[in-house]
């Protein structure tokens, strides 16, 4: 599976951003799939996962409420809207798939994308 990131960029506090994944070489029907996020010394962390059962959502406490994940199986893309950005949100956003029902973490998905960055910023 290969996935291709874009949407990210700069953006003042309170924008918005959508992400979009776009996966090919298999459907993403029956995939987890995840956006993780990593600033510049930090190590990456998760941000929110849809599972491939169901389509349940779940999201970190620092962003719930604000991100919205989604999938369009028909297009093999998952989108993040992102709210109420804060310069915090700044960090290299990457997008992954995985098999498992559900996952958190970075060792429950199996491929990954390149990410692409995004810099909330006056």
């Known amino acids: 599976v290969q996935l291709v990131e874009s949407g990210g960029g700069l953006v003042q506090p309170g924008g918005s951003l959508r992400l979009s994944c776009a996966a090919s070489?298999?459907?993403?029907?029956?995939?987890?799939m995840g956006w993780f996020r990593q600033a510049p010394g930090k190590e990456r962390e998760f941000v929110a996962g849809?599972?491939?059962?169901?389509?349940?959502?779940y999201y970190a406490d620092s962003v719930k409420g604000r991100f919205t994940i989604s999938r369009d199986n028909a297009k093999n893309t998952v989108y993040l809207q992102m709210n109420s950005l804060k310069p915090e949100d700044t960090a290299a956003y990457y997008c992954?798939?995985?098999?498992?029902?559900?996952?958190?973490?970075?060792?429950?998905?199996?491929?990954w994308g390149q990410g692409t960055q995004v810099t909330v910023s006056s």
């Open positions: 849809i599972s491939w059962i169901g389509n349940v959502t």
């Open positions: 992954a798939a995985g098999s498992r029902i559900s996952s958190r973490s970075r060792g429950g998905y199996d491929y």
């Open positions: 070489g298999r459907t993403i029907a029956t995939l987890t």
